[in-house]
């Protein structure tokens, strides 16, 4: 079955960076777009970044400039760089991907900025 597992959440400090990854199993990960999305506290849940499988990406405003996801298909795994870190980039960041029409996302890894 699909599985997504985040990992590399934390606590950092304002202007510092983290990487975040998300290992994929249970399907074919080279062909399918892969996204980052984050939810704050008591906020909805929003696209942060996404990649297709050619390897083209999309980011939201807010993060443009600072955040880079990218790809391994030899590790099945799709990676969020972020740098110059906010406190308002403070959130619970998930890993999500549509196989066959049906979304999975993972269970989410916190990333906490803070002085």
């Known amino acids: 079955q699909v599985q997504l597992v985040e990992s590399g959440g934390g606590l950092v400090q304002p202007g510092g960076s983290l990487r975040l990854s998300c290992a994929a199993s249970?399907?074919?990960?080279?062909?399918?777009?892969m996204g980052w999305y984050r939810q704050a506290p008591g906020k909805q849940r929003d696209l942060v970044a996404d990649i297709t499988f050619g390897g083209s990406t999309n980011y939201a405003e807010s993060v443009k400039g600072r955040f880079t996801i990218s790809r391994d298909n030899a590790k099945n795994t799709v990676y969020l760089q972020m740098n110059s870190l906010k406190p308002e980039d403070t959130a619970v960041y998930y890993c999500?991907?549509?196989?066959?029409?049906?979304?999975?996302w993972g269970k989410g890894t916190l990333v906490t900025v803070s002085s």
């Open positions: 999500t991907t549509r196989v066959r029409g049906e979304g999975y």
């Open positions: 249970g399907f074919i990960f080279r062909i399918y777009t």
